[in-house]
């Protein structure tokens, strides 16, 4: 499959999965591992990476020299928390500048906040982050963020953890075609044929994490993720049939037909 590209660097996977919610390190790094994802997010508020060296360190079950740990700022309500959280996670990774932006609008919903996004990733990329920014599948301030510089724009398919699947794509399908940056889906996949959907619909990449960890079979839903993804980014790049409404279109051919010889 041909690469995603993000902030100049080159990936061969194109799903990113997060570690929340699953009954232990050992289960992350099973689902990980079948997922083929390189990108693995981490909430920097509730996981720990070495803020607590008294308390066991995700980083010694997944390789920084393996996956890229994209760190995100779960939990924040305001950009002032946001950006403090991720100044913490460029110390915690070695100058590391790619993150992932989100700023919750209240706790209920999860929904983001945007003119508080707005505001934190200006702050972010002026101090020279690579911001992947989850968003509102809003088309107009999705622009924004990239005109902003934001090296990735990632709008909900669905509210996180609802696993509701695409609720929108007409809205999807615009930020797509207005974007020059990677279009992400993040929050709200809840099997493999709403990551394929996505796909198919032209995004870049999907992120998820509840509809991995909290499956049944953890594993398997990791490895159906994968193969859907792939799938859903060959069918876009194939190109569908076009629709034919009220018009039926026989697969074999019409003229040169054998005659049936009644007996």
């Known amino acids: 499959m041909d690469q995603l590209f993000i902030a100049g660097r080159g990936f061969s996977s194109r799903l990113l999965v997060g570690t929340g919610k699953y009954r232990d390190f ?35 079950v997944l390789d920084p020299a393996r996956y890229v740990i994209l760190p995100n700022t779960a939990g924040c309500y305001s950009a002032e928390e946001a950006v403090r959280t991720l100044r913490l996670a460029r110390e915690l990774l070695d100058g590391q500048a790619l993150v992932k932006l989100e700023v919750l609008g209240d706790a209920s919903s999860l929904f983001p906040n945007m003119p508080e996004t707005l505001k934190a990733a200006k702050t972010l ?43 929108n794509p007409w809205n999807l399908s615009l930020i797509i075609r207005n974007a020059q940056v990677p279009v992400l889906v993040d929050a709200g996949v809840g ?28 594993v398997w839903m990791a490895s159906a993720m994968k193969k859907a993804v792939e799938a859903g980014r060959e069918a876009y790049l194939a190109g569908r049939m076009p629709k034919k409404f009220y018009h039926a279109d026989p697969s074999s051919p019409t003229t040169g037909l054998m005659e049936c010889v009644k007996k």
């Open 191 to 218: 099997t493999a044929s709403d990551a394929a959907l996505a796909m198919e619909l032209g995004c870049d990449g999907v992120l998820m994490n509840s509809a991995i960890a909290l499956a049944q079979e953890p």
């Open 125 to 167: 990329v002026q101090e020279g982050f690579q911001v992947m920014v989850y968003c509102a599948d809003d088309p107009i301030q999705a622009k924004m963020l990239e005109d902003m510089g934001c090296a990735a724009v990632m709008p909900l398919a669905s509210l996180i953890g609802s696993g509701m699947g695409i609720v």
């Open 26 to 60: 050992a289960a992350t790094r099973a689902a990980i591992e079948a997922s083929g994802a390189q990108i693995v997010t981490v909430a920097i508020r509730r996981t720990n990476i070495g803020q607590d060296p008294k308390q066991p360190n995700l980083l010694e």
